[in-house]
């Protein structure tokens, strides 16, 4: 059974940090894109961060230089460091996950198709 299980979540005051983590179990992670993403109420999905199976990131522009996308591919958990955090970065945080292409990377743009329950963060003025 395909599991996607986010931790870390919560409340913490504007210019302090936070540590996501995602579990997963089910799948070979390391064959897989992995991807965090975040939805405010209302709004569209938004990718935060990606990394492919080697390590490879892409950043949104509002989680460049902030947050850090990396992965365990011996313990099977993605990871999220948030730092520097602002009140519009409050949103529900999900993991997602995507096979990767035959050469290790990420495709551009194919969708995701596994997905966790997601964790909340907010993050007051």
């Known amino acids: 059974q395909v599991q996607l299980v986010e931790s870390g979540g919560g409340s913490v005051q504007a210019g302090g940090s936070l540590n996501l983590s995602c579990s997963v179990s089910?799948?070979?992670?390391?064959?897989?894109?992995m991807a965090w993403f975040r939805q405010i109420p209302g709004k569209e999905r938004e990718e935060v961060a990606r990394?492919?199976?080697?390590?490879?990131?892409l950043y949104s522009n509002s989680a460049k230089g902030r947050f850090t996308i990396t992965r365990d591919n011996r313990k099977d958990i993605l990871y999220l460091r948030m730092r520097s955090l602002k009140p519009e970065d409050t949103a529900m945080y999900f993991c997602?996950?995507?096979?990767?292409?035959?050469?290790?990377?990420?495709?551009?743009?194919?969708?995701?198709?596994?997905w966790g329950q997601g964790t909340q963060v907010t993050v007051s003025s």
């Open positions: 990394i492919s199976g080697g390590g490879g990131t």
């Open positions: 997602a996950g995507e096979p990767l292409r035959s050469n290790g990377y990420c495709y551009a743009d194919r969708p995701f198709t596994l």
């Open positions: 089910g799948f070979t992670f390391s064959g897989y894109c």
